[in-house]
């Protein structure tokens, strides 16, 4: 079954870490990508912009609605995300929980409801 991990974490606590400590991060999100691939539960995998990039869309009465940013103030916002495989949403969380994020951000597991087209 697949599972998606969305990474949450402080944008602005992260923008304010040194160079030094976003290194090893990087390096820890390396080696945990390149073992996941290496185990074949890696489907696929994506960092994304900030959010100040972002538009939320809405259509209300046939209009459309374009906002910036995210479509609601937290103190985490979702960063990046993992697709992968796992025999059940047990596994799935203890895979996540190797996510470097997982310590100082959150990450949410989700079943993907997997659709035909």
């Not at 489907?43 to 869309?57: D, E, I, Y």
């Not at 929980?97 to 993907?112: H, K, L, N, Q």
Request: charged share 25%; glycine share 6%; proline share 4%.
């Amino acid at each position: 079954m697949q599972y998606l991990c969305l990474i949450y974490q402080d944008e602005a606590a992260a923008a304010e870490r040194p160079k030094a400590e976003l290194d090893r991060l990087y390096a820890e999100y390396a080696d945990f990508s390149a073992n996941l691939k290496k185990s074949g539960r890696l489907v696929g995998l994506n960092r994304l912009q900030p959010t100040r990039t972002a538009a939320t869309v809405r259509v209300r009465d046939g209009n459309i609605v374009a906002t910036d940013g995210p479509y609601a103030e937290t103190k985490e916002q979702l960063g990046g995300y993992y697709l992968i495989e796992a025999r059940d949403l047990n596994e799935a969380i203890q895979t996540a929980a190797g996510c470097p994020s997982a310590r100082f951000g959150s990450v949410e597991v989700r079943p993907i409801w997997q659709m035909q087209v």
